[in-house]
């Protein structure tokens, strides 16, 4: 079965230290892939997504991630995090079968918690 | 633009009991899709409605079942509910079964 993994379960950083959550899919084939942001309180959003295309792709709030194929990869990366960016993340897979598509498959989520 | 909405927000029931949740999708939508949330995981895949028809369906028992109306909106239906079904039940809209999909709040399932 198709799975994605997320390196870390809890981060903590200080404000304006730079920001890279790894998120790994089990999936050789065609896949979309996303970033969901989930703030304290608030309902899951979406930070960015990638279909095809540039593997480096931006997102909202100077969020960005790069696909990897080789590394079955779609990291998420920010220079400088601020104490807003205090959140739970998780990166998701849609999995591509010729003219089909599977559902959402989402990682276990990242906690990060940035230090003013 | 109104976003995905979800009723009720909490919700205690016992176990054995039957629930009934809520969605209605965010303007322009016509697909549902439904997770659950269990503390501490990411949302798993339930199962997904567009033109009235379950159209695609996760790792979930038939205890878990669903329905959507002709304007879009749906519901979430657990019979004999257990211990282990207690999460946060999470609606998703699309687009012609598209994959960028809006999140509501959720439902807050409490099974004791």
């Known amino acids: 079965a198709q799975s994605v993994s997320q390196h870390n379960h809890h981060v903590i950083l200080s404000e304006a230290a730079s920001l890279e959550l790894g998120c790994n899919y089990s999936?050789?084939?065609?896949?979309?892939l996303f970033w969901y942001v989930q703030y304290p309180g608030q309902h899951l959003q979406l930070l960015l997504k990638?279909?095809?295309?540039?593997?480096l792709v931006k997102g909202i709030k100077g969020f960005e991630a790069e696909f990897i194929k080789s590394k079955f990869s779609f990291n998420l990366r920010k220079p400088s995090v601020q104490w807003s960016d205090t959140a739970e993340y998780f990166c998701?897979?849609?999995?591509?079968?010729?003219?089909?598509?599977?559902?959402?498959?989402f990682g276990k989520g990242t906690k990060l918690s940035v230090k003013p | 633009d109104a976003g995905v909405t979800q009723s009720p927000t909490h919700l205690i029931k016992t176990r054995g009991q039957q629930v009934t949740l809520r969605c209605s999708p965010k303007?322009?939508?016509?697909?549902v899709s439904w997770y659950q949330q269990a503390l501490g995981q990411g949302p798993q895949f339930i199962f997904q409605?567009?033109?009235?028809?379950?159209?695609q369906r996760g790792n979930f028992p038939d205890r878990f079942s669903g329905h959507q109306f002709p304007n879009y909106s749906s519901e979430l239906n657990v019979n004999a509910l257990l211990l282990g079904d207690s999460a946060l039940y999470l609606c998703?809209?699309?687009?012609?079964?598209?994959?960028?999909?809006?999140f509501g709040p959720g439902t807050r399932l409490t099974v004791l």
């Open positions: 998703a809209s699309s687009w012609r079964r598209g994959n960028e999909q809006f």
């Open positions: 999936y050789g084939g065609t896949v979309n």
């Open positions: 990638y279909f095809s295309g540039d593997p």
């Open positions: 998701a897979v849609i999995v591509l079968y010729g003219g089909s598509q599977g559902n959402l498959i």
């Open positions: 303007s322009g939508h016509d697909t």
């Open positions: 409605y567009y033109e009235e028809e379950e159209r």
